[in-house]
């Protein structure tokens, strides 16, 4: 019985589509495209019916065939990137049609959605918006497009790694932006456990993009939540406008006179990357298919920062040497230190010292050493030392990789409705500096999207897959390979872990006092001189790595280095993450029904489903964490004085479950004068929830333990209502104080007894810009904004001090961080703050297809009502340029485009440290040189092309040249 009614659907469903393809055409239309100069037949014109979603492409003669279920009159529209859109009016049908397409210099005539989320002229945009098409795409001289995407006005793009950049607008820049909303075909792109979007790492290839939209500035009154700084909306190319086959494929070097005392490579370093993408339509244009496939492979740039020490205003006194307890961002495992004075309250470390100096069976030790005397007369001395650490390189995993596979199929069943189903998938290996450096290994993200739209709606559905494979925290590995050191030598047997380290630190650094004849019961450690002292931090610190050092490259070496990797947080560095997010949602157009007024409308569902299995969230199968969230809005829009004046007003209402509602309203007006002459202005707001992290987080990080602001999840750690609970701040104070004096001076302590719960963050902002285009040659673009910030979202440092057996704090226990006692904890900012900015941009076309261009970036944070409780970010340069020339058709076969790009020096702070990052400025330039007779593109090209090697974070990789020579095929190109 099954069998028959599942037969009797399918035979329903094949009667179905079988009817929407042999459907009964009225209209039958046919002709040639050319070129209007050379009467050339153009390959890939995408002729489409005005109003419907029917359309084709032309072949490889520059014919087109249509047979439309439609009677006449029918409008036909053709349209190729670089040429005039034309129209054509068909009265009945036709077989003869020949259309002339007229190239076209696309200055300030581009179509933008993003914007409004309907389609309108980017002059009229009623705020700023910058767009890259197909040939900008072609032509950029960045070694991939994905890093082209800086040479835009209002664009700051940080790298974490060679294939991993982070977008973003405005300031506040981070290395994971969760104040920028990036949708690739409508998905938005974030990973949801890190609420940030990934890049390019599942993105389409350069192969597949049709176009890049970039809006800065908040646009939650649109876009909802996380539209923060602005959005950058990537649309891939349709199967049914671009059909064929084409291929990619990239042969370029990096690591060209790099830092090779620092641990970089000798000698260059190869660099691949290929694409593969077929479009096909099929029965009388109803069905089409794409597939794409790419790769790449490289050898990641290589963070050497060992100079900045993290640590270093907790114990200025050192002077020119080292700080015993320095912690370097580019060096993993310095983050395991405690305070020496602190050893003589433990027994284990009395049990540890006491075999040292007398077991002889320990080699590599001192032994005879009165450790009682010293101790007993003070000679541990107060100072906070941390374990010897191995560099990046050799705990990470530099072989960056990525390749990712797209499908598209597209069913027009009607000629007003079009259903599709679209599918992201990328993989790889990476690098992200978030409070850590972790290592994205064999990482994996994925993206399904079902899809039905018309000419004024869609809905759309998505979910997103993310595993984080092999994924671990750099520092934490890098600990546990301490930890098996430890494990592995004789003091294992009473320390199996870094203790043991620091511990027998500790009795080489009595060691060394010994052995410079100091008499701890005719001596005091008041009357040590700094060379003394000196002498015994730095031979403490050989002698304890010479007696647990092991070659990583031996056989043992490389055992520790496997079972270290092995286990998930807490036992192992590694994460065990497949979170997921759910979203669905729907937009219509109410414009044609109304008449007198434009009104869009569309609502809006998103489930987080945070699945870490307790490696980042305190998530498990007993406790299962999900975060819903709802969200609709209304933008109506209104031209009046003779159309010269749009006016626009949209309202949004978003309901995350832990927090309140919150209301995003924007008004923008725009006025025409003279057809070209476009004044603006926008007064809009902006919010961001609290990432998934910033709501649920609980992460060990060795040296503190990250906590989301959520009341649930902090209270189990009494923040806000332990009273021996004091901020970093004030610790630093007093640690400084004792320090330079030696006194323990506790009065300043400041104790954390009015902690808020995290809320969401909101912006204010006012935008007032102006753009033309004069004479069709020169564009002028200007915007200047200010922006006013309330409920900051910042992250709060905290110790917890244990109590004596006396019920005291015990203020000595402050002296070192761990995950057990020190707390950075997502919390909002009291004061209020404001930033400002302009930009500005000035393109001229010259004559023979010459073009010059020049933008400037000026961002500026206001922080008189701020402070210095809270870090910030801004994270952004003052000033910032960028200069273009190039002709992309120089000749018929040949093309060049040149971009210079400086930025100022600016204070970069973040949870993974502070410092300056130095002014840098790059030179970019690419040749393209067509090959028609095998349909290909030859480009040669190189980013940086005068290898000034440069950071753009903290801790970050520097970046040197890359060259390469490039090659695409693609079976439509003229």
């Avoid at 992309?888 to 076969?893: A, E, F, G, P, Q």
């Amino acid at each position: 019985m099954k069998l028959n009614v599942l037969k009797r659907l399918g035979l329903v469903f094949c009667l179905f589509i079988s009817s929407a393809f042999v459907a009964n055409a009225q209209t039958q239309l046919s002709g040639t495209v050319v070129d209007e100069d050379s009467g050339i037949p153009l390959i890939g014109v995408n002729v489409v019916v005005k109003g419907k979603v029917l359309g084709t492409t032309t072949d490889f003669d520059g014919n087109f065939n249509l047979k439309l279920d439609l009677p006449a009159p029918i409008t036909l529209q053709f349209s190729m990137v670089g040429y005039k859109t034309t129209e054509y009016v068909a009265e009945s049908s036709q077989s003869d049609i020949k259309v002339k397409l007229g190239e076209e210099i696309l200055l300030g005539q581009e179509v933008v959605v993003s914007a409004s989320r309907v389609e309108e002229n980017i002059l009229q945009s009623p705020v700023s918006i910058e767009k890259m098409d197909v040939l900008a795409i072609q032509q950029t001289p960045a070694d991939n497009y994905y890093k082209g995407i800086s040479y835009l006005k209002g664009v700051d793009v940080t790298q974490s790694s060679i294939n991993f950049q982070i977008v973003n607008a405005r300031g506040f820049n981070s290395t994971g932006n969760t104040r920028f909303v990036q949708l690739t075909d409508g998905m938005d792109t974030q990973a949801p456990a890190l609420n940030f979007p990934i890049g390019n790492l599942n993105g389409p290839s350069e192969l597949d993009v049709e176009s890049v939209e970039f809006i800065p500035g908040a646009q939650s009154a649109l876009y909802g939540p996380n539209a923060f700084n602005g959005i950058m909306r990537v649309t891939s190319k349709s199967a049914f406008e671009y059909q064929g086959l084409s291929a990619f494929a990239k042969v370029g070097v990096n690591h060209i006179g790099a830092d090779t005392e620092a641990g970089a490579p000798s000698t260059p370093q190869p660099m691949y990357e290929a694409s593969l993408r077929y479009a096909k339509s099929l029965f009388n244009d109803r069905f089409a298919f794409k597939v794409n496939g790419s790769y790449m492979r490289a050898e990641d740039w290589y963070a050497t920062d060992y100079s900045s020490d993290r640590n270093g205003e907790v114990d200025p006194r050192f002077g020119n040497y080292r700080n015993p307890g320095s912690d370097f961002p580019n060096t993993m495992g310095d983050e395991a230190a405690i305070n020496l004075s602190i050893l003589q309250l433990s027994s284990n470390w009395s049990t540890l010292a006491g075999q040292l100096s007398g077991n002889s069976q320990i080699q590599g030790v001192e032994k005879g050493v009165p450790v009682n005397d010293f101790v007993n007369n003070g000679f541990l001395p107060n100072q906070v030392v941390s374990a010897s650490a191995f560099r990046e390189h050799e705990v990470i995993d530099y072989g960056a990789e990525n390749y990712k596979a797209n499908v598209g199929l597209y069913f027009r069943p009607t000629d007003d409705i079009e259903l599709s189903y679209l599918y992201n998938g990328g993989w790889g290996t990476s690098i992200y500096t978030g409070a850590q450096r972790y290592s994205l290994k064999d990482f994996g993200i994925q993206q399904h999207r079902l899809q039905a739209e018309g000419n004024n709606w869609f809905v759309r559905g998505y979910t997103t897959l993310e595993n984080s494979g092999n994924s671990y925290i750099t520092e934490f590995y890098a600990k546990r390979i301490l930890d098996l050191q430890v494990a592995n030598s004789p003091v294992g047997v009473f320390s199996s872990d870094v203790s043991g380290w620091l511990g027998t630190y500790a009795y080489n650094y009595l060691a060394s006092l010994h052995l410079q004849g100091i008499d701890p019961q005719n001596s005091s450690p008041e009357n040590l001189t700094e060379a003394q002292r000196q002498q015994a931090f730095e031979y403490a610190r050989t002698s304890t790595e010479a007696f647990f050092g092991v070659d990583l490259n031996s056989e043992q070496g490389q055992n520790i280095l496997n079972e270290a990797e092995n286990g998930t947080v807490p036992i192992g560095p590694k994460f065990n993450d497949q979170s997921r997010l759910y979203h669905a949602e729907g937009q219509y157009d109410l414009s044609e029904q109304l008449g007198f007024m434009d009104l869009l409308v569309g609502a809006s569902f998103r489930q987080y489903d945070l699945r870490s299995n307790g490696t980042i969230f305190p998530d498990s199968e007993d406790n299962p964490i999900t975060i819903n969230e709802y969200g609709a809005f209304a933008q109506g829009s209104k031209k009046v004085i003779d159309d010269k004046l749009n006016l626009v007003g949209s309202v949004r209402i978003d309901k995350n479950e832990n927090f309140n509602a919150v209301f995003s309203p924007r008004l923008a007006a725009v006025l025409t004068v003279a057809d070209d002459h476009n004044f603006r202005v926008s007064a809009q707001t902006g919010f961001r929830n609290p990432t998934t992290q910033g709501q649920y987080i609980n992460l060990d990080i060795i040296s503190s333990r990250l906590l989301g602001g959520l009341p649930g999840n902090i209270e189990q750690y009494e923040i806000g209502t332990n009273p021996n609970i004091y901020t970093i701040e004030s610790i630093e104070e007093m640690t400084n104080t004792f320090y330079a004096t030696g006194n323990l001076v506790t009065e300043n302590l400041e104790v954390v007894d009015d902690f808020k719960s995290v809320a969401p963050e909101q912006v204010q902002s006012l935008e007032i810009g102006y753009k033309s285009v004069v004479n069709n040659k020169l564009l002028v673009d200007f915007v200047g904004y200010f922006n006013s910030y309330n409920n900051f979202i910042v992250q709060q440092r905290m110790r917890r001090a244990s109590l004596n057996n006396d019920g005291t704090p015990n203020y000595f226990t402050l002296f070192n961080g761990t995950a057990d006692n020190t707390f950075q904890v997502y919390t909002n900012a009291n004061e209020q703050i404001s930033a400002y900015g302009f930009a500005g941009e000035l393109s001229y076309t010259l004559p023979k297809r010459y073009s010059i261009g020049f933008n400037y970036n000026y961002n500026k944070l206001n922080t008189q009502n701020a402070s210095d409780d809270f870090v910030f970010g801004f994270n952004t340069p003052e000033h910032k340029f960028n200069v273009k020339f190039g002709n992309r058709k120089l000749t018929d076969k040949l093309g060049f485009n040149f971009v210079y790009r400086w930025q100022s020096e600016f204070f970069w702070e973040s949870s993974f440290g502070d410092g300056t990052i130095p002014a840098y400025g790059t030179a970019d330039v690419q040749f393209t040189y067509k090959v028609p007779s095998i349909r290909s593109m030859i480009k040669v090209g190189g980013s940086n092309i005068f290898n000034d090697y440069y950071y753009q974070s903290f801790g970050a990789p520097r970046i040197g040249a890359i060259y390469y020579v490039s090659i695409t095929f693609d079976q439509l190109m003229n």
